[in-house]
């Protein structure tokens, strides 16, 4: 079956400018995760859903960062008046809604801030 | 505040021999730990998750162990193969959170 589809997989843009980058989870995947992987890092928690309403938002780093998820499904993930420090690869991640489940990644999303 | 730290950056075998990572954790009580596998430009994919009272879990080749005294997991990966090179992360969670936290990753390179 289909896996999770993240869209674009490359972005490049100029500082300031505001980008939105989406995320398709599993079909009837409940829960959807997303994170920030810097160069050689490991992943740092963003934002994650359950349904469509976000119960953990702790990871988002500022109030430029922004997401929201439609319908159970489709989420968005918008960052305002980008910053050099926000280039990073941005995954996302579906599961089942028990905590442990396995999550299902993306490939994500690589943007670069020029 | 949590802190999760997985052993040397990188780690270099020979084929064929046991790779073990180590995943070492403080300021947190996991109910959970999983280990995801991560190749270059790709997303992390899922591999073996023990919880807090199971000692050892089993997958073809893979071992993980889980010692909540020690704080520590440990991941084998026995008769290694150059294809098993990659990233590897650990994960801890809780079950009544939502998220896990994840480790940097030691990634493995086997060589012929």
């Known amino acids: 079956g289909a896996g999770v589809s993240q869209s674009p997989s490359n972005k490049v843009t100029e500082k300031g400018k505001d980008v939105e980058l989406r995320c398709d989870p599993i079909?009837?995947?409940?829960?959807l995760y997303w994170y920030r992987q810097s160069l050689g890092q490991g992943l740092e928690f963003l934002i994650y859903?359950?349904?469509?309403?976000?119960?953990?938002k702790s990871g988002l780093p500022s109030d430029r960062f922004s997401a929201e998820r439609t319908g159970g499904s489709v989420s968005t993930l918008t960052i305002q008046r980008t910053q050099q420090e926000d280039s990073a690869v941005y995954l996302c991640?579906?599961?089942?809604?028990?905590?442990?489940?396995?999550?299902?990644f993306g490939d994500g999303t690589r943007l670069s801030i020029l | 505040s949590q802190k999760i730290e997985q052993n040397s950056e990188a780690l270099n075998i020979q084929e064929g021999k046991t790779a073990t990572l180590t995943c070492n954790y403080t300021?947190?009580?996991?109910?959970?730990l999983q280990w995801y596998r991560q190749d270059p430009g790709r997303g992390p994919v899922f591999l073996l998750l023990?919880?807090?009272?199971?000692k050892e879990k089993r997958k073809e080749r893979l071992k993980v162990t889980f010692d909540t005294t020690l704080k520590q997991s440990l991941f084998h990966i026995t008769a290694s193969q150059p294809a098993d090179s990659a990233t590897y992360l650990c994960a801890l969670g809780r079950t009544n959170a939502g998220k896990s936290t994840f480790g940097d990753g030691t990634t493995l390179t086997v060589k012929p």
């Open positions: 859903f359950q349904g469509n309403s976000a119960p953990d």
């Open positions: 079909s009837g995947h409940t829960a």
């Open positions: 991640a579906s599961s089942s809604p028990f905590p442990d489940q396995p999550q299902h």
């Open positions: 023990i919880r807090e009272n199971e």
């Open positions: 300021n947190y009580s996991p109910a959970y």
